[in-house]
């Protein structure tokens, strides 16, 4: 009686999140007129890629999308490559990772909005303002990722014995072969969990991507245009392009969230 | 294979010592074992000589180096550690070849060396194994095994018998003897455990507090140990101490007066006249009629345990607890137990230190 319960709320809670997907994936791929029919239509009648195509036309969407990705992946890497050293010195030192551990949260109480509006100020005297490459955009999106992934690490770090390192050091290792043959290849799970997540983080960002950008838009202030403007079939094509990766990001997570690899890393 | 000279090898933390003015010269292809009760600075010591924590003061020289400038990778120097420190993500293989990866050393080269040592410590089987996959046991030679592979200058063994249950530990013991003596590798190894300190090394080193309280072959700092702190700590059961005073020609022990014989009066009576005496419990036998010069103890029945090759009794003599250890069994109607004068240790109330040779 009682599983049967669970598993009922499951399929509440599922429902609750995939009729917006459903939604959105029909609004996509059917004209329009079908978007605002009354009553609604839960079964598309007519299927059409015009929505893509009227969406390109409307907006630069190629442009916007490999902006994304680009923007995307180079926060990825500049912030693993901040967060990995930083993590595990935190894991470490008891006395480096608590301090940081305030610089970490502190960074994260800002709202980003409020933050973006000086950020740009700045950046345009450093000529990183509505960059064509999106640089100034991705220095933005590697500060909010920052804290995300030297959280997990630290946490992945912590759970490597450090008599492990001591040994590879006696057996011959320097500190740096130490790090990449022991250390690193024991917090890969976490390294992939949270280069995922930095993806995610860089790849839905809104208030950055808005007021740092003009010309050189990602899909979000794009998809944003379209619905503001009222075209719910146009922002519902870009938005099943942002849901992609999303998808596929949650797919390939999911093991790592049921196996406790982002348990204590915040959030 | 070398010879390792510590020189005053000191460590302090904020306001502790963990060692102090630790001194020591193993020879090559010497087995020396660290023995003292948790907290008294082994592990330090041996974290200190792989280079794995700063010395405050001292030197380590290792084969005629000078290496306590040096980081743990250039000190050749192999340790096995308490935890086994085996890595997790890679197959008994490639742990066992790590060492010699890491002063590349051809792949092939590797396979061979690491075929020899694993042949000799009996784990070729496990080879393609990951350590999550080993038994205690089998976990404890692959980390000997990666110890060794590279025939490191010294080796350092921490605790590396402590994870294992009784009965593997005394195959262990003896398979780690025997590789020692085989390879002829100079080896450092700290336990808390006095069988091994007993058993394993040519010379034992019994450390307190961070301070070396004996250096010398284990039989001899059984025979004669060099404090009260030695003679209580080697030795299972460990040794009675007793308060005594001598009199003009007689020991007054435990309320209890031993003549003292003629050869030994002269110069027991010199160290009067509070002293500490020492008695093994295997000093003591069965009284067999009277005389003078023994310490006479009745034992209380109801502490015999008995384990077939010998019996362990306890006797409150004076408000003093005696421990007794007899060969064998005991008779039903329990024998008073007498040890003899001869067998007395005798040590200085103050300091510890032995009296006499």
């Not at chain 1, 980003?112 to 345009?124: K, R, S």
């Not at chain 2, 780690?176 to 455990?193: A, E, M, N, S």
């Not at chain 2, 077939?308 to 109607?333: H, K, Y």
Request: net charge neutral; glycine share 8%.
């Amino acid at each position: 009686m009682k599983r049967r319960g669970i598993v009922l709320l499951a399929f509440a809670i599922a429902g609750v999140n995939l009729v917006p997907l459903w939604l959105v994936v029909k609004q996509a791929l059917t004209p329009e007129r079908e978007s605002f029919a009354w009553p609604p239509t839960w079964v598309p009648h007519e299927l059409t890629l015009s929505n893509f195509s009227g969406a390109a036309e409307a907006v630069p969407l190629a442009q916007g999308l490999g902006l994304s990705v680009g923007v995307a992946v180079a926060t990825v890497i500049s912030t693993l490559a901040l967060s990995l050293p930083a993590a595990w010195l935190a894991a470490r030192r008891e006395e480096v990772g608590s301090r940081l551990d305030g610089v970490v949260v502190a960074a994260r109480l800002f709202p980003t909005i409020a933050i973006a509006v000086p950020l740009a100020v700045i950046f345009v005297g450093l000529g990183l303002y509505n960059d064509s490459s999106g640089a100034g955009l991705w220095l933005a999106h590697t500060l909010l990722g920052v804290p995300f992934a030297f959280l997990i690490l630290r946490a992945a770090f912590r759970g490597v014995p450090a008599e492990l390192e001591d040994a590879a050091q006696l057996d011959g290792a320097s500190p740096w072969m130490t790090f990449v043959r022991v250390s690193l290849p024991l917090v890969r799970p976490s390294l992939g969990a949270a280069a995922m997540l930095v993806f995610l983080v860089s790849w839905d960002e809104f208030a950055y991507a808005l007021l740092l950008q003009v010309t050189h838009r990602t899909l979000p202030p794009l998809l944003f245009y379209l619905s503001a403007f009222g075209y719910p079939g146009l922002s519902s094509a870009v938005a099943v392009l942002m849901l992609v990766p999303a998808v596929v990001i949650l797919l390939l997570l999911e093991p790592a969230l049921r196996s406790g690899v982002l348990a204590g890393s915040g959030r | 294979m070398a010879n390792a000279r510590l020189r005053n090898v000191t460590k302090r933390y904020g306001d502790g010592v963990a060692l102090d003015d630790f001194s020591l010269d193993i020879e090559d292809g010497e087995f020396v074992v660290v023995v003292g009760p948790s907290g008294c600075g082994k592990s330090t010591l041996l974290r200190l000589i792989a280079g794995l924590d700063p010395l405050s003061a001292g030197e380590v020289h290792i084969g005629g180096r000078r290496v306590d400038e040096l980081s743990p990778q250039h000190r050749d120097v192999a340790m096995v550690f308490q935890s086994y420190a085996l890595y997790p993500h890679m197959t008994v293989r490639r742990n066992v070849e790590f060492p010699l990866q890491m002063r590349g050393m051809s792949k092939r080269d590797r396979r061979v060396r690491a075929e020899e040592v694993a042949e000799l410590l009996e784990i070729g089987a496990l080879l393609d194994r990951k350590p999550a996959a080993l038994s205690g046991g089998q976990r404890q030679r692959v980390a000997l095994a990666r110890a060794l592979v590279r025939e490191p200058a010294l080796f350092l063994l921490d605790e590396p018998l402590s994870n294992l249950d009784a009965r593997l530990r005394t195959n262990v013991r003896q398979h780690i003897r025997d590789v020692q003596r085989q390879l002829g590798v100079t080896t450092l190894y700290v336990t808390h455990d006095q069988t091994e300190a007993m058993t394993l090394g040519h010379r034992v080193v019994v450390l307190d507090h961070g301070c070396t309280q004996m250096v010398a072959p284990p039989l001899d700092a059984y025979a004669r140990p060099a404090n009260a702190f030695v003679a209580g700590f080697l030795g299972a059961p460990a040794m009675n101490l007793l308060p005594g005073t001598i009199e003009s020609d007689a020991l007054v022990l435990a309320g209890q007066r031993v003549e003292l014989p003629d050869a030994l009066r002269a110069s027991i009576v010199a160290w009067g006249p509070a002293v500490t005496v020492g008695i093994r419990p295997e000093a003591f036998a069965s009284a067999q009629g009277g005389g003078g010069g023994a310490f006479v103890v009745h034992a209380d029945p109801a502490t015999i345990e008995a384990l077939g090759s010998e019996t362990l009794l306890a006797s409150d003599t004076g408000g003093r607890r005696v421990l007794i250890r007899v060969p064998g069994g005991v008779a039903a109607d329990l024998p008073p137990f007498s040890a003899p004068v001869s067998s007395f240790h005798f040590f200085s109330p103050a300091d510890g230190r032995r009296l006499g040779p």
